[in-house]
């Protein structure tokens, strides 16, 4: 692995010396059945806490094995250490809570090997534990690629505690950094660097991000948005080798190309840690991992895998929740059930530099599907679809609602033309009183993936007095592992707007290209007000608008402050200022002003058409507006409108540009004549 020292002075820490939490002398009772867990990792503790939530301890004596000198930690907000957060907050739980439940805890002493036929484990201290049940929970480690230099000062692992202390204590001083491998573990990495106020680069193998998760159009987006965030990605470098020289850690790329940076971090993936199973000859899989079956169970039926380490149907999962729902499955077993491992479709949504970036069940299988899309400049989903039903999903940023495809990919529900043409409208496949809120979703669909928490279980904590989001998750543990169900349990909750809350955008400037159509027909159809012919001849209130001065002028300069402002709002994403407010509320007000600049014109003009120059402003508003008002119309119902139709927005929209922004020039050129010539 790595050496890891000071610039000026290596610096060797003994390592702590292994410790043991615990009373055996309570737990050697004869009638127990012994339960060896090896690995202290999220999945391990989830499993022993899973023995404490079932109350199964009376049935089991526990112990458990772990390289680290500290008891489990979460390991998926890792990057919280980075912010001064100690290693006690991150703990699941204590030393006291092992004590408290006579769990026998080995920290800082790894299992080095397995006697299958004497059912017994030693450990690196030298202890040896016999077992009835053998749980192998190792874990993963990182993958570290044979590069020349990759043992250097200033080269680390991301993985523990101690790495990322590592990390914090090396990278005072420091101005840039390297992350190696662009996956989930470097994007995080690379977050992580960046909060330390680094200059990160990101280098990637592969042509895109993340590349076996995301598609060449989310992979592109997700580019954008990090580059967006002062991060340097490098795509299709691979580095050959590190060197010190004078300037710091020199980074080659084949190629030829180069950086010079002050400190390197490797995330190039991981590696199931399978080398118990190897050493005693259990079956595992071609790429790594102990082979199990449905019930976890190894080729020995006195030894389980879950996990990280274990392969299930020639799949290693490296994501938390099917590790958790593996611990949950092997508890059910042990308690008598016929609890099966499914296998996972990997739902995740995760927070990669501040982004969402999420996957769903067949994201990557391309056999036989249809693929639709959507996009706008901060957002990209793509719906999997096949024999006419939903299997999968990739997504960056924002996508809509998530949570109702996810479980409409769970039950493989089936989509129809209208709800694949809304989503290509809008990012979204149905209507927002056709989404159920999750108090009226079946008790047994599933809320938090990663601790299997179904609707049913947070109403019954609900009637066991949990009324906030704190008190759920105290209860239940949902929202307390990746955290994507949050929103859900918010929302359960009462604490957040439901996703039922009405998007009334749409309607708004539906309603406003209604009233702009019906106010076009009347300019251009309607006849002209009748002038005064004399002095002498009563005028009317639409006859003194007409015609009096001061009005004619309020009404004219009112049609030229609505025109700019207009055209402003139309270069918005060139603007600053109005980059700050959200694009729907600015066409809002767009329309609506469109909307109120017809009304003024028909008190301007009476409904005159002019002559002229007169004439070729009148007709040019005419064209502006009656395009602007069918790009509102159609924006406002396109959810509804087959794809066909749909189509014709975007030339329509650009036609309206032409027309407005010759608006300002022609009224400047109206006041001139008007007032000079």
Same mark, same amino acid.
């Given at each position: 692995m790595f050496t890891h020292r000071n610039k000026e002075l290596a610096v060797i820490q003994q390592a702590p010396e292994s410790r043991v939490t615990g009373t055996p002398k309570e737990l050697d009772r004869p009638d127990q059945e012994s339960i060896v867990v090896i690995g202290n990792g999220p999945v391990g503790f989830r499993f022993v806490e899973s023995?404490?939530?079932?109350?199964?301890?009376? /049935?089991?004596?526990?112990?458990?094995?772990?390289?680290?000198?500290?008891?489990?930690?979460?390991?998926? /907000?890792? @990057?919280?250490?980075?912010?001064?957060?100690?290693?006690?907050?991150?703990?699941?739980?204590?030393?006291?809570?092992?004590?408290?439940?006579?769990?026998?805890?080995? @920290? /800082?002493?790894?299992?080095?090997?397995?006697?299958r036929q004497q059912k017994t484990v030693r450990s690196k201290s030298g202890r040896s534990v016999s077992y009835d049940r053998l749980v192998l929970a190792t874990g993963s480690r990182p993958f570290i690629p044979p590069i020349p230099g990759i043992d250097l000062p200033g080269v680390f692992a991301y993985r523990t505690i101690d790495d990322l202390a590592s990390i914090r204590d090396y990278a005072t001083g420091c101005r840039r950094a390297v992350v190696l491998g662009g996956g989930l573990l470097g994007l995080e990495s690379a977050h992580a660097l960046?909060?330390?106020?680094? /200059?990160?680069?990101?280098?990637?193998?592969?042509?895109?991000?993340?590349?076996?998760?995301?598609?060449?159009?989310?992979?592109?987006?997700?580019k954008k948005m990090i580059e967006s965030a002062r991060i340097q990605i490098l795509l299709q470098r691979q580095t050959e080798k590190i060197t010190w020289i004078d300037e710091g850690l020199h980074v080659q790329f084949s190629g030829g190309e180069s950086v010079v940076v002050d400190m390197v971090v490797v995330s190039a993936g991981i590696r199931p840690r399978d080398e118990l199973a190897r050493d005693c000859e259990l079956p595992v899989g071609k790429r790594g991992g102990i082979v199990v079956d449905d019930h976890l169970q190894t080729a020995d039926p006195g030894i389980y895998a879950i996990g990280e380490c274990a392969e299930h149907k020639e799949t290693v999962y490296g994501l938390v929740a099917p590790g958790f729902q593996m611990a949950t499955t092997l508890v059910g077993r042990l308690r008598g059930t016929d609890a099966a491992f499914p296998g996972s479709n990997e739902a995740t949504r995760l927070k990669l530099v501040g982004i969402n970036v999420v996957f769903v069940g067949d994201y990557l299988d391309p056999s036989g599907v249809t693929i639709y899309t959507w996009a706008k400049h901060d957002c990209y989903a793509k719906l999997i679809v096949r024999s006419g039903r939903l299997v999968g999903m990739i997504g960056v940023g924002e996508v809509p609602q998530f949570e109702r495809l996810k479980q409409a990919i769970d039950q493989r529900e089936r989509l129809y033309w209208w709800n694949t043409n809304r989503f290509e409208a809008s990012g979204k496949i149905w209507q927002k009183d056709a989404v159920n809120s999750v108090e009226s979703w079946p008790l047994a669909t599933v809320v938090c993936s990663c601790h299997g928490v179904t609707r049913g279980c947070l109403t019954a904590a609900r009637e066991r007095g949990c009324m906030t989001v704190e008190a759920i998750a105290a209860d239940t543990k949902a929202t307390t592992a990746c955290g994507s169900c949050l929103p859900l349990v918010q929302q359960f909750a009462g604490q957040t707007p439901s996703e039922t809350a009405q998007d009334s955008t749409a309607l708004w400037v539906g309603g406003f290209s209604v009233s702009a159509m019906i106010l076009l027909v009347c300019l251009v159809f309607a006849a002209p007000i009748d002038l005064p012919t004399s002095v002498q001849t009563a005028a009317t209130l639409w006859q003194t608008l007409v015609t009096n001065v001061f009005w004619k002028q309020v009404t004219g300069y009112s049609l030229l402050a609505l025109a700019v402002i207009s055209l402003v709002i139309s270069v918005r994403k060139r603007t600053a200022f109005l980059q700050r407010f959200r694009f729907t509320s600015l066409r809002v007000i767009h329309v609506a002003l469109a909307t109120a600049a017809l009304a003024v014109l028909i008190a301007h003009t009476g409904f005159h058409r002019g002559s002229n120059l007169n004439f070729v402003l009148f007709s040019t508003f005419i064209a502006a507006s009656l395009t602007g008002s069918v790009v509102g119309i159609v924006a406002g119902t396109e959810s509804r409108l087959p794809k066909q139709l749909r189509v014709f927005r975007r030339p329509l929209t650009l036609l309206h540009i032409l027309c407005l922004w010759p608006l300002p020039l022609l009224i400047g050129f109206h006041i001139v004549s008007v007032y000079w010539l």
């Amino acid at each position: 692995m790595f050496t890891h020292r000071n610039k000026e002075l290596a610096v060797i820490q003994q390592a702590p010396e292994s410790r043991v939490t615990g009373t055996p002398k309570e737990l050697d009772r004869p009638d127990q059945e012994s339960i060896v867990v090896i690995g202290n990792g999220p999945v391990g503790f989830r499993f022993v806490e899973s023995l404490v939530d079932y109350q199964l301890l009376g /049935n089991f004596r526990v112990s458990i094995f772990g390289e680290e000198p500290r008891p489990a930690y979460d390991r998926v /907000n890792l @990057t919280k250490f980075l912010d001064d957060a100690s290693p006690d907050s991150l703990q699941y739980k204590p030393r006291s809570w092992y004590e408290e439940h006579n769990i026998l805890l080995h @920290t /800082n002493d790894p299992v080095v090997s397995i006697d299958r036929q004497q059912k017994t484990v030693r450990s690196k201290s030298g202890r040896s534990v016999s077992y009835d049940r053998l749980v192998l929970a190792t874990g993963s480690r990182p993958f570290i690629p044979p590069i020349p230099g990759i043992d250097l000062p200033g080269v680390f692992a991301y993985r523990t505690i101690d790495d990322l202390a590592s990390i914090r204590d090396y990278a005072t001083g420091c101005r840039r950094a390297v992350v190696l491998g662009g996956g989930l573990l470097g994007l995080e990495s690379a977050h992580a660097l960046a909060k330390l106020k680094l /200059n990160v680069f990101v280098v990637e193998m592969a042509s895109v991000l993340m590349p076996r998760q995301l598609d060449n159009a989310g992979a592109e987006l997700l580019k954008k948005m990090i580059e967006s965030a002062r991060i340097q990605i490098l795509l299709q470098r691979q580095t050959e080798k590190i060197t010190w020289i004078d300037e710091g850690l020199h980074v080659q790329f084949s190629g030829g190309e180069s950086v010079v940076v002050d400190m390197v971090v490797v995330s190039a993936g991981i590696r199931p840690r399978d080398e118990l199973a190897r050493d005693c000859e259990l079956p595992v899989g071609k790429r790594g991992g102990i082979v199990v079956d449905d019930h976890l169970q190894t080729a020995d039926p006195g030894i389980y895998a879950i996990g990280e380490c274990a392969e299930h149907k020639e799949t290693v999962y490296g994501l938390v929740a099917p590790g958790f729902q593996m611990a949950t499955t092997l508890v059910g077993r042990l308690r008598g059930t016929d609890a099966a491992f499914p296998g996972s479709n990997e739902a995740t949504r995760l927070k990669l530099v501040g982004i969402n970036v999420v996957f769903v069940g067949d994201y990557l299988d391309p056999s036989g599907v249809t693929i639709y899309t959507w996009a706008k400049h901060d957002c990209y989903a793509k719906l999997i679809v096949r024999s006419g039903r939903l299997v999968g999903m990739i997504g960056v940023g924002e996508v809509p609602q998530f949570e109702r495809l996810k479980q409409a990919i769970d039950q493989r529900e089936r989509l129809y033309w209208w709800n694949t043409n809304r989503f290509e409208a809008s990012g979204k496949i149905w209507q927002k009183d056709a989404v159920n809120s999750v108090e009226s979703w079946p008790l047994a669909t599933v809320v938090c993936s990663c601790h299997g928490v179904t609707r049913g279980c947070l109403t019954a904590a609900r009637e066991r007095g949990c009324m906030t989001v704190e008190a759920i998750a105290a209860d239940t543990k949902a929202t307390t592992a990746c955290g994507s169900c949050l929103p859900l349990v918010q929302q359960f909750a009462g604490q957040t707007p439901s996703e039922t809350a009405q998007d009334s955008t749409a309607l708004w400037v539906g309603g406003f290209s209604v009233s702009a159509m019906i106010l076009l027909v009347c300019l251009v159809f309607a006849a002209p007000i009748d002038l005064p012919t004399s002095v002498q001849t009563a005028a009317t209130l639409w006859q003194t608008l007409v015609t009096n001065v001061f009005w004619k002028q309020v009404t004219g300069y009112s049609l030229l402050a609505l025109a700019v402002i207009s055209l402003v709002i139309s270069v918005r994403k060139r603007t600053a200022f109005l980059q700050r407010f959200r694009f729907t509320s600015l066409r809002v007000i767009h329309v609506a002003l469109a909307t109120a600049a017809l009304a003024v014109l028909i008190a301007h003009t009476g409904f005159h058409r002019g002559s002229n120059l007169n004439f070729v402003l009148f007709s040019t508003f005419i064209a502006a507006s009656l395009t602007g008002s069918v790009v509102g119309i159609v924006a406002g119902t396109e959810s509804r409108l087959p794809k066909q139709l749909r189509v014709f927005r975007r030339p329509l929209t650009l036609l309206h540009i032409l027309c407005l922004w010759p608006l300002p020039l022609l009224i400047g050129f109206h006041i001139v004549s008007v007032y000079w010539l």
